[in-house]
Nanobody, 127 residues
C-alpha cells in the first residue's frame, strides 16, 4: 500500500522560508516521477515543481522559479520542497504526488499524470 505523508508546513511572514518533506512507504522514490502541487481556496490545484528519473532533472513553475527547489533523498525515500522568499500568494495547501510511469526530462505534466497523493500540508504566508 502506497502512502505519502507531507510535513513541514506552517505559518511564516513574507520573505521567510520553509522546507516541506514527503515521506513515502510502499513505493521506491528513485524509480518514480515525483511532484509538488498546491491548492489555494477557490482555486484549481496547480503544479509547483517536479523531479524526474531519480533526480536527473527538475522543473519549477514560473511563479516559484528561483525561490523553490525540489529535491529527493533516495536513501530516505523522501521528497523535499525548499521554499525561500515566500510571498502571501504562496499560501495554499501543498501536496506531494508520485507515479511509477517513467517520464523523460521535459515531459509536460499535470495532476492527471500522478496516481499517488499525500494528504497535504498547509502553508500560510502573512504580509
Amino acid at each position: 500500500q502506497v502512502q505519502l505523508v507531507e510535513s513541514g508546513g506552517g505559518s511564516v511572514q513574507s520573505g521567510g522560508s520553509l522546507r516541506l518533506s514527503c515521506a513515502a512507504s510502499g513505493v521506491t522514490f528513485s524509480s518514480h516521477f515525483l511532484g509538488w502541487f498546491r491548492q489555494a481556496p477557490g482555486k484549481e490545484r496547480e503544479g509547483v515543481a517536479a523531479i524526474y528519473r531519480g533526480g536527473i532533472c527538475t522543473y519549477s513553475a514560473a511563479s516559484v522559479k528561483g525561490r523553490f527547489t525540489i529535491s529527493q533523498d533516495n536513501t530516505k525515500n523522501t521528497l523535499y520542497l525548499q521554499m525561500n522568499s515566500l510571498k502571501p500568494e504562496d499560501t495554499a495547501m501543498y501536496y506531494c504526488a508520485a507515479d511509477p510511469r517513467p517520464r523523460a526530462c521535459g515531459y509536460s505534466w499535470s495532476k492527471a499524470d500522478f496516481g499517488y497523493w499525500g494528504q497535504g500540508t498547509q502553508v500560510t504566508v502573512s504580509s
